[in-house]
């Protein structure tokens, strides 16, 4: 079964996680969350605190070896955390290393810029981190999705069934080649 591999924290932003969560299970594509916090992490919605997803594993304790691609929820708080934590930022990076999907939306592109894998690619984020995306090298344009290798990225909630879409996509290409 395909397995694609969520990381996130307290603040991630709710409709982010849970909806392309949704999509993938809906397409029989499997999802595990992995965070630097053990038991539940709190969603972000409505300029307040969401509902709580239970932590699959603990980041420390993922084989990228055991996931088809990678899920970046933005929200403002969850990927800033993330981008200062080793553990997250060596995991987008051996994603990128195997080619395998990296799909973010929002702010969680920074943590793509935090593990230099988007210079000379064309992405797309919340407006506020286009400079950071463009200080890192990358093509910044403002659109639904971009797509550039393995990367998927989306601005806004907004775009999520796009983003969702996109990346559920690349998944079934690659079982496509792999069979």
Not at 47 to 76: F, H, I
Request: charged share 25%; hydrophobic share 40%; proline share 4%.
């Amino acid at each position: 079964m395909t397995k694609v591999l969520i990381l996130a924290t307290d603040g991630f932003e709710q409709s982010e996680l849970m909806e392309p969560m949704q999509r993938l299970n809906d397409a029989d594509i499997e999802t595990e969350i992995a965070s630097i916090d053990e038991g539940e992490i709190k969603g972000w919605q409505d300029g307040d605190w969401g509902e709580s997803v239970s932590v699959d594993r603990m980041l420390g304790n993922v084989s990228v070896d055991d996931y088809d691609a990678l899920l970046l929820p933005g929200g403002q708080m969850n990927p800033d955390i993330l981008r200062m934590n080793e553990d997250a930022i060596d995991i987008v990076r051996s994603f990128d290393m195997r080619k395998k999907p990296i799909a973010a939306i929002c702010h969680a592109p920074w943590l793509l810029a935090e593990a230099d894998i988007i210079d000379g690619k064309t992405v797309t984020a919340w407006p506020s981190i286009r400079t950071d995306l463009t200080n890192a090298g990358a093509n910044v344009v403002d659109q639904e999705v971009a797509e550039d290798g393995n990367l998927i990225t989306s601005r806004n909630p907004d775009d999520i069934p796009a983003f969702s879409d996109a990346l559920i996509a690349q998944l079934q290409t690659e079982i496509a080649e792999a069979a």
